[in-house]
Every structure is written in structure tokens, then in C-alpha cells.
């Protein structure tokens, strides 16, 4: 009796309210938002209510390879934007021989109402099947982010005009002719400045972040890194990145000497460029530099360049045969981190015929706590100081170290003792084979 009584009562009872349910709509969507898309789409089957909810989210995020089809990924990008305002747009796609052309019609669409992030990315798709970015992506005056990858970018750029763009990713496309260089040149330039207000004092902002990789297949593509770095360099750059893909020693690019007298950089990598001279050298903020299979005037300069940045922490140099630098010399009272590194570069072939005996490292940092020599050329490493135990070094790539100086041959073991003597109280110290052989018998 009293367990059919427990029945009776377990039936009669009210369901449990939906308090969610009776949330507004923009709270509901700002839920939803932070769900993953494809989680947010199935609320639609909850109640009649939700069925439309999700689409007042902000942000959508698709690949295509999660659709049973491309066409049910293409029909859902239809009718998601027919509805919804976004505000960030996250595209993965794999695209076939006959699937259909969509993206270039939703990336029109959505640029055109305050769009802030577009990313967009292809996956293994031909060049004749590449999607098309439409002209009003790059007048988007919303824009914060946007990276392509994969796609076809055509047309003319004389109104470009991206004024709030922070970030952007250029991977893998195909451009018409000067169009990238169009498209950068404008983007860098002060047509892209946006007017800030701090306290009723309107101040220009540019860009701050700089990062090019560069491949030039022609000797007669046009030289346009210089220009680009010359006018960042003019209006306060703060992190620039430059690198230049299989780059003929006599098509380098120039850097210019505005870069040398930045005030406002911090983080500073040029890899394979031409480093021209100059007496005046001021980068009072740099911390960090990488300076990677570059060619230099003469190796004074190097030295000198090195010298000029007061407050360097962390410094990388990659040495390539015909730089015009036989001795590395780093001075530096602030370097705590310094790698060494040696690229064969241009010259590969005579890799093993160099004359070793005239090329070297010179080292005096005193406060260096890391110091990795990654360098199978040079046969003279010498540290001017002592070094502190709490150094870790690092001596992997090192196989030589006899020196050469005025006539004079020093010995293996004589050099690899001066060396030693100076790192003899780190207690983190990684050396390879050969210089062991050294210390103990003296032959490489």
C-alpha cells in the first residue's frame, strides 16, 4: 500500500521549471557563445523556442569535413548567415572537383556588417578551384584579425581601407600581379591608421607587429621589404619579423637605416637581409634580436651593432659562409641568453673547404646565464670572462677549437684549457664527443 502511495505521489509532482528557458534572448545567445558551434546548434532541438536561438551567436566556427557533404556544409552556411550577424568567422575547408562556390558570396556577405575576425583556411585544394576574396573584405573598417590561407586574391587596391586591423595572416595564396605588394604597401602605410582617443588627446595608431616571410622566385621581382620596414620603423614598431626565402646573395633586401635608430622596438628577427654600415646605432629598447644568415659590411659592425643595444637579453646569431664576419665578436654587459649557430647558406658546396682557421667566436657577456654554440665551422671559441655556476652551456655542435692568431698556431689543448677554465664552475654543461677527445688527448 504505501509503495503504491510513493507512486501516486512521484506522478502528481510538478515537472522542474526551465529557468533557462525564460532568460532573454541575448543572454541566451551570449550562453550559446560559448559553446562550440556544433554544440550550439543542437539546442535547436530542446523546444520550439530554441530552434532559431543559435543563430544569434556572434561567432561561427566550420569545417567542412564534419558535414556528411560538402553540399549540407554549404547549405548550412546559407541559412546560418541569412538569419545571424557575425562577428567572427572561422572557416576550414576541404573542396572538391564539383563542390559549388560559397565562401567568396559569405565573406562579401559578412564584411559588409562589422565584421571584426575572419579566418579563413583550405585544405588541399587546386589552384583552379581557389575561391575568389571578395573587394569588400579589404575596405572592412571593423576588422581586428584576419588570416587567409589558400585562397585567390585579385583585383585593385587603391581603396583598400582596413583601419582597425591588428593581425593578418597572408599563407599560401595566389596573388595577381603587385597585388600583395599593393595590398601590404597599404595596409602599412597611413591609410590603415586608426585615431585613438586617450583623455580627449587623439593620437595615431599603426602598426606594431610586423611579421613578413618573403619567397622571390624571379630576379626580377621587385624589391618592397625595404620600403615596408623603413616606414614601420618611422612610426613605432614594436615586434618586426623578416625573412627571406631562397634569396640570391646579390637580390638581398637593404635594411634601412631608420630600423638602426627604432626606439620603440622590442623583439627584432632579419633572416637573410643585407645589413648595410652606419656610425649612429640607437635601439634602447631592443630585448630580444635574431639575426639569422644575414650579410653584413665587415665584421666591425656586427660588433658594434650588438654593442648598441643597452638592454639586449636575448640574442641568436646564425653565421652563413660569405658574410663578411671571420670573428664573432659579442660584448655585451646585458646578454643573459646567447645562441651561436653556422648555415652553410649560398656556398654549400665549399662547406668543407672552408679555411677554418680564420674564422671564430669572441665572447664577453658577464652575465649570461645560457650560452648554446651550435657551430661546426668555426675552430675559435674564446670567452673573455668568467662565468657564473649557474650558466647552463650547451657545447653539442662543437668540434673544433684550435686558433690562429698572427703566425701562431695554438694548440687544440691550449685553447680547449683557456675555454674550459672559464666554464670550469658551471654545473650545467653539455659537450660533445670531439671535445672531449680534445681535453683529454689533444687531436680532433
Same mark, same amino acid.
Given at each position: 500500500?504505501?509503495?503504491? $502511495?510513493? &507512486?501516486?505521489?512521484?506522478?502528481? +509532482?510538478?515537472? +522542474?521549471?526551465?529557468? !533557462?528557458?525564460?532568460?532573454?534572448?541575448?543572454?541566451?545567445?551570449?550562453?550559446?557563445?560559448?559553446?562550440?558551434? *556544433?554544440?550550439?546548434?543542437?539546442?535547436?532541438?530542446?523546444?520550439?523556442?530554441?530552434e532559431?536561438?543559435?543563430?544569434?551567436?556572434?561567432?561561427?566556427?566550420?569545417n567542412?569535413?564534419?558535414?556528411?557533404?560538402?553540399?549540407?556544409?554549404?547549405?548550412?552556411?546559407?541559412?546560418? #548567415?541569412?538569419?545571424?550577424? #557575425?562577428?567572427? #568567422?572561422?572557416?576550414? !575547408?576541404?573542396?572538391?572537383?564539383?563542390? $559549388?562556390?560559397?565562401?567568396?558570396?559569405?565573406?562579401?556577405?559578412?564584411?559588409?556588417? *562589422?565584421?571584426?575576425?575572419?579566418?579563413?583556411?583550405?585544405? =588541399?585544394?587546386?589552384?583552379?578551384?581557389?575561391?575568389?576574396?571578395?573587394?569588400?573584405?579589404?575596405? %572592412?573598417?571593423?576588422?581586428?584579425?584576419?588570416?587567409?590561407?589558400?585562397?585567390?586574391?585579385? /583585383?585593385?587596391?587603391?581603396?583598400?581601407?582596413?583601419?582597425?586591423? &591588428?593581425?593578418?595572416?597572408?599563407? &599560401?595564396?595566389? =596573388?595577381?600581379t603587385?597585388?600583395?605588394?599593393?595590398?601590404?604597401?597599404?595596409?602599412?602605410?597611413? *591609410?590603415?591608421?586608426?585615431?585613438?582617443?586617450? /583623455?580627449?588627446?587623439?593620437?595615431?595608431?599603426?602598426?606594431?607587429?610586423?611579421?613578413?616571410?618573403?619567397?622571390?622566385?624571379?630576379?626580377?621581382?621587385?624589391?618592397?621589404?625595404?620600403?615596408?620596414?623603413? =616606414?614601420?620603423? +618611422?612610426?613605432?614598431?614594436?615586434?618586426?619579423?623578416?625573412?627571406?626565402?631562397?634569396?640570391?646573395?646579390?637580390?638581398?633586401?637593404?635594411?634601412?637605416?631608420?630600423?638602426?635608430?627604432?626606439?620603440?622596438?622590442?623583439?627584432?628577427?632579419?633572416?637573410?637581409?643585407?645589413?648595410?654600415?652606419?656610425?649612429?646605432?640607437s635601439?634602447?629598447?631592443? &630585448?630580444?634580436?635574431?639575426?639569422?644568415?644575414?650579410?653584413?659590411?665587415?665584421?666591425?659592425?656586427?660588433?658594434?651593432?650588438?654593442s648598441? %643595444?643597452?638592454?639586449?637579453?636575448?640574442?641568436?646569431?646564425?653565421?652563413?659562409?660569405?658574410?663578411?664576419?671571420?670573428?664573432?665578436?659579442?660584448?655585451?654587459?646585458?646578454?643573459?641568453?646567447?645562441? !651561436?649557430?653556422?648555415?652553410?647558406?649560398?656556398?654549400?658546396?665549399?662547406?668543407?673547404?672552408?679555411?677554418?682557421?680564420?674564422? /671564430?667566436?669572441c665572447?664577453?657577456?658577464?652575465?649570461?646565464?645560457?650560452?648554446?654554440?651550435?657551430?661546426?665551422?668555426?675552430?675559435?671559441? !674564446?670567452?673573455?670572462?668568467?662565468?657564473?655556476?649557474?650558466v647552463?652551456?650547451?657545447?653539442g655542435?662543437?668540434?673544433?677549437?684550435? =686558433?690562429?692568431?698572427?703566425?701562431?698556431?695554438?694548440?687544440?689543448?691550449?685553447?680547449a684549457?683557456?675555454?674550459?677554465?672559464?666554464?670550469?664552475?658551471v654545473?650545467?654543461?653539455?659537450?660533445?664527443?670531439?671535445?672531449? $677527445?680534445?681535453?683529454?688527448? /689533444?687531436?680532433?
Open positions: 500500500m504505501e509503495e503504491s $502511495k510513493a &507512486k501516486i505521489m512521484c506522478y502528481e +509532482r510538478p515537472a +522542474r521549471e526551465d529557468m !533557462i528557458s525564460k532568460l532573454p534572448d541575448p543572454l541566451i545567445s551570449q550562453i550559446l557563445f560559448y559553446l562550440p558551434t *556544433k554544440e550550439a546548434v543542437k539546442t535547436s532541438v530542446l523546444s520550439h523556442r530554441w532559431t536561438l543559435w543563430l544569434l551567436v556572434s561567432e561561427l566556427d566550420l567542412s569535413s564534419e558535414f556528411p557533404d560538402y553540399n549540407a556544409f554549404a547549405g548550412f552556411g546559407d541559412r546560418f #548567415l541569412e538569419k545571424s550577424c #557575425l562577428h567572427k #568567422l572561422k572557416l576550414k !575547408i576541404m573542396k572538391r572537383k564539383n563542390d $559549388k562556390s560559397c565562401v567568396t558570396w559569405w565573406v562579401n556577405f559578412v564584411a559588409r556588417r *562589422k565584421l571584426k575576425h575572419l579566418d579563413v583556411e583550405y585544405l =588541399y585544394v587546386s589552384r583552379k578551384r581557389l575561391e575568389v576574396m571578395p573587394i569588400s573584405l579589404f575596405v %572592412c573598417e571593423t576588422l581586428l584579425y584576419l588570416r587567409l590561407s589558400l585562397v585567390l586574391v585579385v /583585383g585593385s587596391f587603391d581603396s583598400v581601407s582596413l583601419p582597425c586591423l &591588428k593581425t593578418m595572416l597572408l599563407e &599560401k595564396n595566389i =596573388y595577381a603587385d597585388t600583395l605588394n599593393d595590398l601590404l604597401s597599404d595596409v602599412i602605410s597611413n *591609410k590603415t591608421f586608426v585615431s585613438v582617443f586617450h /583623455g580627449g588627446k587623439e593620437e595615431n595608431s599603426c602598426l606594431h607587429n610586423l611579421e613578413l616571410v618573403i619567397r622571390k622566385d624571379y630576379d626580377d621581382d621587385q624589391c618592397c621589404v625595404t620600403r615596408w620596414v623603413d =616606414y614601420v620603423a +618611422r612610426h613605432k614598431v614594436k615586434h618586426l619579423d623578416v625573412e627571406c626565402v631562397l634569396v640570391k646573395r646579390e637580390f638581398l633586401e637593404v635594411v634601412p637605416l631608420s630600423l638602426y635608430l627604432c626606439e620603440s622596438l622590442l623583439y627584432l628577427r632579419l633572416h637573410r637581409v643585407l645589413l648595410v654600415g652606419s656610425e649612429s646605432v635601439l634602447p629598447r631592443l &630585448k630580444t634580436m635574431r639575426l639569422e644568415q644575414n650579410v653584413y659590411p665587415h665584421e666591425a659592425f656586427l660588433q658594434f651593432f650588438i648598441s %643595444c643597452p638592454v639586449l637579453e636575448d640574442l641568436s646569431i646564425v653565421r652563413k659562409d660569405g658574410d663578411n664576419v671571420k670573428v664573432l665578436r659579442v660584448h655585451s654587459q646585458t646578454v643573459t641568453s646567447l645562441t !651561436i649557430g653556422f648555415e652553410p647558406g649560398d656556398g654549400h658546396m665549399l662547406y668543407h673547404y672552408f679555411d677554418r682557421e680564420i674564422l /671564430g667566436i665572447i664577453d657577456s658577464p652575465r649570461l646565464k645560457y650560452l648554446n654554440i651550435n657551430d661546426d665551422v668555426s675552430k675559435c671559441h !674564446i670567452l673573455s670572462s668568467f662565468i657564473s655556476p649557474s647552463k652551456v650547451n657545447l655542435g662543437v668540434r673544433y677549437m684550435s =686558433y690562429y692568431s698572427g703566425g701562431v698556431v695554438f694548440s687544440n689543448q691550449q685553447v684549457s683557456s675555454f674550459f677554465s672559464c666554464i670550469s664552475s654545473k650545467d654543461l653539455v659537450i660533445s664527443e670531439t671535445i672531449m $677527445k680534445v681535453c683529454l688527448y /689533444g687531436a680532433t
